[in-house]
């Protein structure tokens, strides 16, 4: 048989999608799932994206500009400056998702061996991009007792050598929902100018920032101009995953240059998806306001649901919405397993992600797992009943097993 790459035999599982055959399984036994694994948002397109497809005249769906469509860019550059940022249209680089941007930006900035320093837990996909261009992942721990909250800068320092390309941060997080404070931004700031690094931020979460949290673009940074990336998306923004729409967004010239032959060699991004992205891009700050407050009310009924269950530890959740959770079990894999396996609660059960593989040190996370509060109130609720009764459940077989001669 024709023997594969060591980089083929390398790629992680995706703990987020891993799972999905256990799920149709139970799905085909006619047990339902709650499915709180994936950033899947529920909440409706907005009735804009589908009308600016519907009303095109086009005649012939041809390639975009490779860059993206520019009336797209413009419109993503006046998002920005209503943001207060004053970016570009050929400082933005339109991509086939915020997966697509953060390939190019892997591709761009480093060599085989070469090492982007990121916080942990991570989104696990970090380390797909990585591995795929033979660079790595190097990880510094955050705690969820500390609510993910970034260390000290002298951890990252530690982490710096001559393979050190980049620092790349989730804000607001994925999976803890942290939201980054301003000394922690400048701390990273500070640290890449100093090192001559990267600072690469994917904020496509940027709008989900609760309570008295202000989300801090690294674009409003000075004197890092050559040095910071941000990666975004309108996969949450605007409720639109399937679009495939995301970007690089660089002042950093020479970046750019080199991410445009990238994107040139794969032709364009999506059409349809671009077009009705220039239409969500367009929504009053109201559409924003009400997306978010929905959001709020979830991340307050998960928490709530999930502090009344006996051994369950959630940190405090200032953004996005994800919350990296601590089970009273020994290990979340199998009981993610189990759950689709064997448990049923009132004809349902949950699919969640298990938590190790948000990680890149061996070892962490194995007794927690990612839940995306992506369901209305009143089914989270529910799922969290189920998960109450599954814990109940597992721990009283996990006795037995343990009990048995």
């Known amino acids: 048989m024709p023997k594969l790459s060591e980089r083929a035999e390398t790629l ?3 703990p987020i999608r891993k799972l999905v055959p256990l799920a149709d399984a139970a799905e085909q036994r006619g047990v339902g799932v709650y499915y709180l694994n994936i950033g899947q948002p529920d909440i409706p397109t907005p009735p804009q994206f589908f009308q600016a497809v519907d009303q095109s005249d086009i005649a012939v769906l041809a390639y975009s500009h ?3 469509n520019e009336s797209l860019r413009q419109q993503i550059a006046d998002y920005y400056e209503r943001l207060g940022h004053d970016i570009r249209p050929d400082q933005i680089i339109v991509t086939t998702g915020a997966s697509e941007a953060l390939s190019f930006v892997f591709a761009a900035i480093t060599n085989p061996s070469d090492e982007i320093i990121v916080p942990e837990p991570f989104y696990a996909n970090y380390n797909s991009f990585s591995l795929a261009k033979d660079a790595k992942v190097v990880p510094v721990t955050t705690h969820l007792e500390d609510n993910f909250a970034l260390p000290s800068i002298d951890a990252f320092r530690e982490k710096i050598n001559d393979r050190t390309r980049a620092i790349l941060i989730c804000n607001p997080g994925n999976p803890t929902g942290i939201l980054y404070t301003r000394q922690e931004l400048e701390a990273l700031r500070d640290l890449a100018r100093e090192h001559d690094l990267f600072l690469i931020a994917d904020e496509v979460y940027r709008e989900f920032a609760y309570d008295s949290s202000e989300h801090l673009s690294i674009l409003g940074f000075e004197g890092v101009d050559e040095n910071v990336i ?12 399937g679009a ?10 020479e970046l750019m240059d080199v991410i445009i032959k990238m994107a040139q060699a794969r032709l364009s991004p ?5 077009m009705g992205a220039e239409a969500a891009y367009q929504l009053p700050a109201s559409y924003y306001a009400e997306v978010v407050d929905e959001y709020r009310g979830r991340r307050d009924a998960l928490k709530q649901a999930l502090a009344e269950i006996p051994g369950v ?4 959740i200032n953004g996005a919405f994800y919350a990296m959770v601590q089970l009273p079990v020994d290990s ?17 059960t949950i699919m969640l992600a298990p938590g190790a593989g948000f990680y890149a040190t061996p070892g962490l996370g194995v007794d927690q797992v990612r839940i995306a509060y992506v369901l209305n109130q009143e089914e989270l609720r529910s799922a969290m009943k189920c998960l109450a009764a599954a814990l109940t459940a597992y721990q009283a077989r996990t006795k037995s097993v343990n009990a048995a001669p």
Not at 232 to 240: E, L, M
């Open 12 to 14: 992680p599982a995706s």
């Open 313 to 316: 530890v959630c940190p405090d």
């Open 270 to 274: 999506p059409t349809f998806g671009q």
């Open 332 to 348: 979340a894999e199998d009981f993610c397993h189990w759950l689709l396996d064997e448990f049923e609660h009132e004809g349902k």
């Open 230 to 241: 941000v990666i975004d998306s309108i996969s949450k923004r605007f409720s639109a995953c």
């Open 66 to 68: 490779s860059a993206g």
């Open 244 to 253: 495939r729409i995301g970007c690089v967004i660089s002042r950093n010239t």
